[in-house]
């Protein structure tokens, strides 16, 4: 079976955030499923930069206006088509926005580009490859379901998962005349969306199948508070949304094997963090304290909740913790971490911008992974904080609740748990977690047990693969053919 996924960003040629790490990593996952995944994204300088022995296969000469060309190759592990065509994609700034923190003005062009040139590479543009399916990630393939429904393929199918409704892709109804669909698409049935054009809305309407990235947040978007103003259409095809969590690349997040951490180790030899906490306290310009490290890698925004870690930072400090934050975000929050760490300096650190090896090291040496989000479709940072013996504390919302096992009373007795969850996401209650915490770490022995048993928890792709695999197979009516050990 043929699966074309469609995403606007791929780790690891190019990352903002969670969505990068799940299209770089199913691909793989679902080897030995019976099911090929193909990826198609934007030739963004990056990408085209690692597509040396890509071949042409087809050239457009009117691309929404503009011309372009499609790759194919591998790059980096992956069998990629990349759509090069650099009057929508060679610029500077990350896929979505310019160097000054801008949208682009042109991101409903950029993205209904890409998802049209799916839409024709499922309907046989090219020799020799026909997917049968379709697998859209977030608003900026959200047209794929949009250019099939109303398209002339009565086979072809989409699944289209939402990976954060927070982002829909809303625009202006003057765009809908040069979106190349049929006027009656301008419709509830289609993608008209409060009198604009709404890209995700599009795809949650058309879509064959919809997954989101937990079963909690899949529950969670029903309802008004989370849905964002699509949870009436999700309740209104509820037998066909599902919750599939994400799962991490074990390969890429090894702690036995990773050459970002200043020293490997496994659930056996955890006290060689020790090393890597002192690489970490370096880092961040902290004092070589063996008190609990406290630790961020997130994107700064309300999403997150970083500014009820902020209201949290002098308790942490108090209480003889220190706190390394490694993101990059809204002014206002960075403000905010970076005036702490003026006030607690040796206790309090902060490197803004994106490291990915910074990344690792803050997974492989800190004690305690912080992430008291406001909503979380899924999160991987926890994942990875389980795989490297880094405690998470949590709130209780999306793939957060899915993920982490709370130390509550009856956990602890039953010895499962494996870290701290809070709830409501509020700074009283984040409070009272880090207190929690802080007694857990005091009983050095049961810690280590806690850290050993995140370790030992299947956070791989296995289960979730084999239900994507399921999915595909279940729409177009196919019987895998399942080669895999599992
Ligand atoms: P989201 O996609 O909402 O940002 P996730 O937890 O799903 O949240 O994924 C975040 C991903 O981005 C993780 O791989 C995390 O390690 C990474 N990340 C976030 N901020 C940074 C940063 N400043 N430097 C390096 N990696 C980062
Ligand atoms: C989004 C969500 C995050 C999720 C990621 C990958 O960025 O905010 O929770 O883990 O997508 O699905």
Known sequence: ?????VASEVYPLIKTGGLADVAGALPGALAGSGVSMRTLMPGYPAVLGKMKNG????RFDDLFGVTGRLIAGRAEGLDLIVLDAPALYDRPGNPYMGPEGWDWPDNWKRFAALSW???????????????QVIHAHDWQAGLVPAYVKFGPSATLKTVMTVHNMAFQGTFGAEIFGQLRLPAHAFSVEGV???GGVGYLKAGVECADVVTTVSPTYAVEIRTPASGMGLDGLLNNRSATVFGVLNGIDMEAWNPATDTALKQ????????????????????FGLEQSTGPLFAVVSRLTWQKGIDLLAANIDL???EGGQLAVLGSGEADL???IRAAAMRHPGKVGLVTGYNEALSHLVQGGADVMMMPSRFEPCGLTQLYALRYGCIPLV???????????????????????TGVQFAPPEQGALADAIRRMLNLYADEKSWKKMQRRGMKSDVSWATSAARYAQLYAALTGTTLNDNSDS
């Open 1 to 5: 079976m043929e699966v074309l996924s």
């Open 55 to 58: 071949r042409e296969v087809a």
């Open 117 to 131: 040139v799916a839409t024709e590479l499922g309907l046989g543009l090219v020799e020799g490859y026909r997917p």
């Open 192 to 194: 008209e969306y409060y």
């Open 264 to 283: 490997n180790y496994t659930a056996n030899t955890i006290q060689y963090r020790q090393v890597n906490k002192r690489a970490l306290q370096e880092a």
């Open 316 to 318: 942490i400090v108090a």
């Open 334 to 336: 960075e403000n905010a």
């Open 395 to 417: 709130s209780r919302v999306g793939g957060l609740n899915d993920t982490v096992i709370d130390s509550n009373v009856a956990a602890l007795q039953a010895q499962v748990s």
